[in-house]
């Protein structure tokens, strides 16, 4: 059984800065693509960045340039650095391995005007 633990949500205002982390625990070697997706209230949830094992990226169009997906292999780990913090990125972020095959439990960004 594989589990992704999230942590570094919160509140923040317009303009700031937040950093997201992803651990991956439990019977797994090694992951192939991590991903952090979002989630708004009444909306679909949607890809905000992927990273694959070896450190190719892709971002969706409203965040690049403002946010940095990375990884930690030996750690079995992923961040997110998010920068330029907008309202619109308020969500629940929720980190994901094995493609889509595994997801964490998700974390609150709230982003002030």
């Known amino acids: 059984q594989v589990q992704l633990v999230e942590s570094g949500g919160g509140l923040v205002q317009t303009g700031g800065s937040l950093r997201l982390s992803c651990v991956a625990t439990?019977?797994?070697?090694?992951?192939?693509?991590m991903g952090w997706y979002r989630q708004a209230p009444g909306k679909q949830r949607e890809l905000v960045a992927t990273i694959t094992m070896d450190s190719r990226t892709n971002y969706a169009d409203s965040v690049k340039g403002r946010f940095t997906i990375s990884r930690d292999n030996n750690k079995k780990s992923a961040y997110l650095e998010m920068n330029t913090l907008k309202p619109e990125d308020t969500a629940v972020y929720y980190c994901?391995?094995?493609?889509?095959?595994?997801w964490g439990q998700g974390t609150q960004v709230t982003v002030s005007s």
């Open positions: 439990g019977s797994i070697f090694k992951i192939n693509t």
């Open positions: 994901a391995a094995g493609g889509t095959t595994y």
